[in-house]
């Protein structure tokens, strides 16, 4: 089982509509969640991060964590084409030398249609 | 503030050459943390460097290797190319590199071994 898990898509989702993006992680240790977003051929920058149970909203995008089931997800209201592009989840969990590390899922393109 | 720096962008090798990329980190970040891109495995983690020693380290072979200098600033290093090695090249500065600290990426060095 891959330590972070996101469906590759891709998902396409018409203008103005939501979209939705999951991602589960194995390390139930694991505290800190984030979501970045990476455009073809640039690197990734950072949408969210999500700490406790629950809703953050910054905007457009809403992060949901559930750390009973292990599973963050990101909602993108009023899709804009512009949103279009990979949406990466990332956990931190420890790595080899106990100290902290962030694991990536491998991303869900996103595409809006106009 | 400027943001995270790297270069070079683009580098071109043969098979057995070794090559070195450069980070310049956000200042006052003393976190810096190198992934490795493939459309294939995703970013993977290969280790984080702060204050000049390496704390963590992801499971790539002793090829690659980094330092991280009294300024922040971070070089890593891959020695005998192989084809496999072809990638993108990430770095990513946070301040003190904890669960919570958010990583900003720069905009990677594109490595293409022939």
């Known amino acids: 089982q891959k330590e972070v898990e996101q469906n590759s898509g891709p998902l396409s989702v018409p203008e103005g509509a939501i979209a939705s993006l999951n991602c589960t992680y194995s390390?139930?240790?694991?505290?800190?969640f984030f979501w970045y977003r990476q455009y073809s051929g640039k690197s990734p920058e950072l949408i969210m991060s999500?700490?406790?149970?629950g809703d953050k909203e910054d905007g457009r995008f809403t992060a949901q964590l559930n750390k009973a089931s292990q599973y963050v997800s990101l909602l993108i209201r009023d899709s804009q084409p512009s949103d279009s592009a990979t949406y990466l989840c990332?956990?931190?969990?420890?790595?080899?030398?106990?100290?902290?590390?962030?694991?990536f899922g491998t991303g869900t393109r996103l595409t809006i249609i106009p | 503030k400027a943001g995270v720096t790297q270069t070079p962008r683009y580098l071109i090798k043969t098979r057995g050459q070794q090559v070195t990329l450069s980070c310049s980190p956000i200042?006052?970040?003393?976190?810096v943390s190198w992934y490795q891109q493939t459309p294939g495995q995703g970013l993977q983690f290969l280790f984080e460097?702060?204050?000049?020693?390496?704390?963590n380290k992801g499971n790539f072979p002793g090829r690659f290797s980094g330092r991280q200098f009294s300024n922040s600033r971070s070089e890593m290093n891959v020695s005998t190319l192989e084809l496999g090695d072809s990638a993108l090249y990430l770095c990513?500065?946070?301040?003190?590199?904890?669960?919570?600290?958010?990583?900003?990426f720069g905009p990677g060095t594109r490595l293409t071994v022939l």
């Open positions: 990513a500065s946070s301040l003190v590199g904890t669960a919570t600290d958010t990583q900003y």
């Open positions: 390390d139930r240790g694991s505290q800190s």
């Open positions: 999500i700490y406790s149970n």
């Open positions: 990332a956990v931190n969990g420890r790595a080899n030398f106990g100290n902290e590390k962030l694991t």
């Open positions: 200042s006052g970040h003393r976190s």
């Open positions: 460097y702060f204050s000049e020693t390496q704390r």
